[in-house]
């Protein structure tokens, strides 16, 4: 399997050493020499000089006879345009390009449509919006990810010290809480993940996921006591296309909402643009603008500007003032350990959204999504049950699978299932599964569900 | 500056003015009244002249009208308008003084609707007929008229439009401002015929009802009756008149869109909610007010009367159908700010206009704003869109100016013996276009009599109420005569 992939740059460098070591054959093309070498030292890839939107090198690429090409340059124009060329010179090319200025992703059927024929638009930008967002939706989660396109959510939450669940097993929880449909995944206590049995016991200090259908989830988060004060002051630091997506979705009178840029012209463009939105011009680390505009005060501030460092330095001074959650932006991946240690609350990575997008829309097997929590200790799996594999038509008490792997729930036509030991798993669930990481392989041989790519 | 070529355009306008009273004429010949002579002396004398200017300075046409001398065209332009309109009073001994005619002439042009007529039964109907007429070119605008009919002007055509039509910003509703022009008196035509209609429905003649729809269309005000709108003393008439000067309160560019079939274009304009809002409450409180002091018997008449004095006043018509002077102060004091608001821009309403009342506030509001947070960034937006600095400071000038203006011109009038409340009354009615004020040019008074150097200052003042000061005054700069 051959697979093109346009740009070197951090996405593009991440990707092409994932593939390459699922034994993939893949060509990058990057204009920039110093790139081509970073990634040719650091992957077993074939590397092109030139641009990815020249038909001449495309052809040089082999685009003839690739399978995917992926556009994931900095430019939206050239990832289109190369796209549009691939279209021209091989048909059955599939096209995924990473996408992120309005002007197009406003349009995206005109770009997945007739000539261009991009299949999947990744647009990293939109995705830490919406991440941030569903952030935002419940007070007090530490993580929310999403499964069966949207339908069912895992949720990481600290429990307050007046829960009426501490002190709880697992296996009294229905007792304690009412007949809710709802599984405890995992627990994270002293910095170390938990992925529970039934005798375990919820503790004070525990940060608690949980599964459910997002229908179920306020009813859920009622009854488990938390109650955190809805966010509504919420400042962003940074107003380029990130913090500019965020202000707009937060345009509204549920949010008193300002955003921070340090370049004039910007704040006068962001202005223009936005309605309620309080903007600000000055610099996110300076300590005199972030008290005059009481930061002490926010609900939420969101460091999103291109620079990680003055991101986490906004975030510790807002935290140190009083501030009650922060979240930052990272684009260097080593940076991404330290984050929890210093006290940031969330992270926030477009590049590795980016990466993990392409990842699962490649990884088309039968495994659909994966989603790690915990720092990667635990990964989810999304998966639909084949006919002959071994889960099918037994109860899921009866399941080989490993110790510290289960079922969440399962997805069957428009419903949610949170199963019970006895429940049994037809074809064509759509199943949710929580697994240590070093059981993952057990587990994917238990659904029969190798990484197969298309 | 090119003079010749300003009066070589002037010429074309006059021309065109001259044209127009074949209209009463027919009227004249049609009643057999005595203002036959008079409107076929005053016809070609005006059209001579406007045609001895244009064809005198054919040779000077070329190029394009420069800013300057567009200004130039409008402000001249009206004032050669008011006072060949004025020829057909004279020649009808309507008015003992030269001075009497061209106010009458130009309130009518400038839709102010301020008369020195004293029995306005007793003149002749073509006389009447002429007054109206002259209400309804002036109220779309004579410029906005030649654009669309005279071929040649549309180049450079927008510095003549931007001089005459009323607001901070005029819209272009086309690429070409001829086809602008043209669809904003179909609009205004198109409304004119309805209205005409429907008063006929209520027992109008066509005479009547043509007369009242050129006031209510133009919000202008001239009557047929000594007493208004009043004389026909009909709930039917009232109404209809109410809505069809709201209607002209209202930007003719969302009527265009309107009757294009987009009608959320106006529902979501913030100048026309703030509008309709502004009149909705206005006429609540004078309906409770009104109705308190019991001066109607029911509910129904005070909703009645007030919704049409509001309307009237707000829109600067200036019909009555009620003594407001009799109502309680507070109604007079909601009625004597509604005369500094004035209609949307865009529309036929004089006054500051809703959009600069507006923008006034926001930008105030945005002063405030910025002492709160020191380092915001902000615009003043109407709705989605933003305004740009230029536009606000024009605004500004403007309030200033008008302010300015309103205030020496009533103490013009207050030194040729005007008593003060009626002094400033007059002045503010003039340079908002509205007609009527309190005191002695109260709604159930005129203007026959003030002193002349007084009517002669609130004629000037019309005109620059009309023009929005700035195409009138800048003649008086002398920045402006340099070369």
Request: hydrophobic share 50%.
């Given at each position: 399997m051959r697979i093109i992939i346009v740009g070197a740059g951090e996405v593009g460098f991440h990707i092409s050493r994932r593939l390459a070591v699922e034994n993939k054959e893949v060509i990058v093309i990057d204009r920039s020499a110093d790139a081509l070498k970073r990634v040719a030292e650091a992957t077993d890839v074939k590397t092109?000089?030139?641009?990815?939107?020249?038909?001449?090198?495309?052809?040089?690429?082999?685009?003839?006879?690739?399978?995917?090409?992926?556009?994931?340059?900095?430019?939206?124009?050239?990832?289109?345009?190369?796209?549009?060329f691939a279209n021209q010179l091989s048909k059955d090319i599939t096209k995924l390009a990473r996408i992120r200025h309005r002007d197009y992703t406003d349009y995206a059927n005109l770009v997945r449509e007739g000539a261009i024929g991009i299949k999947k638009i990744i647009n990293p930008d939109q995705e830490v919006?919406?991440?941030?967002?569903?952030?935002?939706?419940?007070?007090?989660?530490?993580?929310?990810?999403?499964?069966?396109?949207?339908?069912i959510r895992l949720i990481g939450v600290n429990l307050p010290p007046d829960s009426p669940v501490i002190g709880t097993k697992l296996l009294n929880l229905r007792d304690r809480i009412g007949d809710v449909p709802v599984v405890i995944a995992a627990i994270v206590r002293d910095d170390e993940l938990i992925i529970p049995s039934g005798v375990d016991e919820i503790r004070k200090g525990d940060v608690v996921y949980f599964a459910c259908d997002i229908r179920d989830q306020d009813d859920i988060i009622d009854r488990l006591g938390i109650k955190y004060e809805p966010i509504k002051k919420v400042m962003i630091v940074g107003g380029g296309n990130i913090g500019y997506q965020l202000a707009k979705a937060l345009d509204n009178k549920h949010f008193h909402t300002r955003l921070l840029d340090n370049d004039p012209e910007r704040c006068q463009y962001l202005s223009e643009q936005l309605d309620r939105p309080i903007i600000l011009q000055g610099d996110g680390t300076d300590q005199e603008v972030l008290r005059e505009e009481n930061i002490g005060d926010m609900d939420m501030v969101i460091a999103v500007t291109g620079d990680e460092e003055t991101n986490i330095l906004t975030c510790l001074l807002a935290k140190s003032?009083?501030?009650?959650?922060?979240?930052t932006r990272i684009n260097n991946f080593a940076y991404m350990p330290l984050i929890d240690p210093i006290g940031i609350d969330h992270l926030v990575c477009p590049r590795l959204s980016a990466i993990n997008s392409l990842l699962h829309f490649i990884r088309r097997g039968q495994v659909i999504s994966t989603a790690s929590i915990k720092a990667d200790e635990a990964e989810v799996l999304e998966a639909i049950a084949q006919e002959k594999s071994d889960v099918v038509g037994k109860p899921i008490m009866e399941l080989d699978f490993p110790r510290g792997s289960l079922v969440l729930c399962f997805q069957r036509g428009h419903d949610v299932i949170i199963p019970r030991g006895d429940t049994v798993i037809e074809p064509g669930d759509r199943l949710v599964i929580l697994s240590a990481r070093n059981n993952i392989s057990k587990v994917e041989k238990a659904l029969d569900a190798k990484m197969e790519f298309i | 500056m090119r003079w010749q070529f300003v009066l070589h355009i002037i010429g074309a306008l006059s021309a065109c003015v001259g044209l127009t009273m074949l209209w009463p004429l027919m009227w004249a010949v049609w009643y057999g009244d005595p203002g036959v002579m008079p409107f076929i002396v005053s016809a070609i004398i005006t059209v001579a002249s406007g045609a001895a200017l244009f064809f005198g300075f054919a040779r000077s046409r070329k190029g394009v009208v420069s800013h300057r001398e567009g200004m130039a065209?409008?402000?001249?332009?009206?004032?050669?308008?008011?006072?060949?309109?004025?020829?057909?009073?004279?020649?009808?001994?309507?008015f003992p003084t030269f001075i009497d005619c061209v106010f009458e002439s130009l309130s009518g042009f400038t839709t102010t609707g301020a008369s020195v007529m004293t029995d306005i039964e007793a003149a002749p109907r073509s006389i009447l007929f002429w007054r109206s007429l002259t209400h309804w070119l002036g109220g779309m605008g004579i410029i906005v008229l030649s654009l669309a009919i005279l071929p040649f002007l549309g180049v450079g055509g927008m510095q003549l439009y931007k001089a005459e039509v009323p607001g901070p910003v005029p819209d272009k509703l086309k690429p070409r401002i001829k086809d602008t022009a043209m669809v904003l008196w179909k609009v205004y035509l198109v409304f004119s015929v309805i209205e005409t209609i429907l008063l006929m429905f209520g027992g109008m003649d066509l005479f009547d009802?043509?007369?009242h729809t050129f006031g209510t269309m133009a919000t202008g005000g001239f009557s047929t009756k000594n007493v208004s709108v009043a004389a026909f003393d009909s709930a039917y008439i009232d109404y209809v008149i109410t809505v069809f000067m709201l209607i002209a309160g209202i930007n003719f560019s969302l009527h265009y869109l309107l009757l294009k079939g987009r009608p959320k274009v106006m529902l979501r304009d913030p100048e026309f909610r703030v509008f309709l809002g502004l009149f909705l409450i206005f006429c609540t409180v004078l309906t409770v007010s009104v109705y308190m002091a019991n001066h109607y018997d029911t509910t129904a008449d005070a909703v009645r009367f007030t919704s049409f004095q509001v309307a009237s006043i707000l829109t600067t018509t200036g019909f009555a159908t009620a003594d407001y002077e009799l109502w309680p102060a507070l109604c007079q004091g909601i009625l004597l700010f509604c005369m500094f608001v004035g209609g949307c821009a865009g529309s036929t309403g004089g006054g500051m206009k809703v959009m600069r009342i507006m923008l006034l506030l926001k930008q105030s509001y945005q002063e405030l704003f910025r002492l709160i947070h020191p380092r915001a960034v902000s615009k003043v937006k109407m709705g989605k869109t933003v305004v740009p600095d230029d536009v606000i400071r024009g605004v500004w000038g403007f309030f200033i100016l008008w302010i300015g203006l309103f205030v020496l011109a009533a103490f013009v009038v207050?030194?040729?013996?005007?008593?003060?409340?009626?002094?400033?009354?007059?002045?503010?009615?003039?340079?908002?276009?509205?007609?009527?004020g309190i005191g002695s040019v109260g709604p159930t008074d005129n203007y026959a009599h003030l002193p002349e150097l007084a009517k002669a200052s609130l004629t000037l003042c019309m005109v620059l109420g009309r023009l929005e000061i700035y195409t009138v005054i800048i003649l008086f700069v002398p920045e402006f005569w340099r070369k």
């Open positions: 092109i000089k030139g641009s990815g939107s020249s038909p001449g090198v495309l052809q040089e690429a082999g685009v003839k006879g690739a399978d995917i090409l992926l556009a994931v340059t900095d430019s939206d124009e050239i990832n289109i345009l190369s796209c549009y919006v919406d991440s941030i967002l569903r952030l935002m939706s419940v007070p007090g989660a530490v993580e929310i990810n999403e499964f069966a396109q949207g339908k003032l009083g501030a009650r959650s922060t979240t | 065209i409008v402000a001249l332009g009206w004032l050669a308008a008011g006072i060949f309109g004025g020829l057909p009073f004279l020649f009808a001994d309507t009802a043509l007369c207050a030194s040729t013996g005007v008593d003060v409340v009626s002094s400033f009354a007059a002045s503010l009615a003039c340079i908002g276009n509205i007609g009527p």
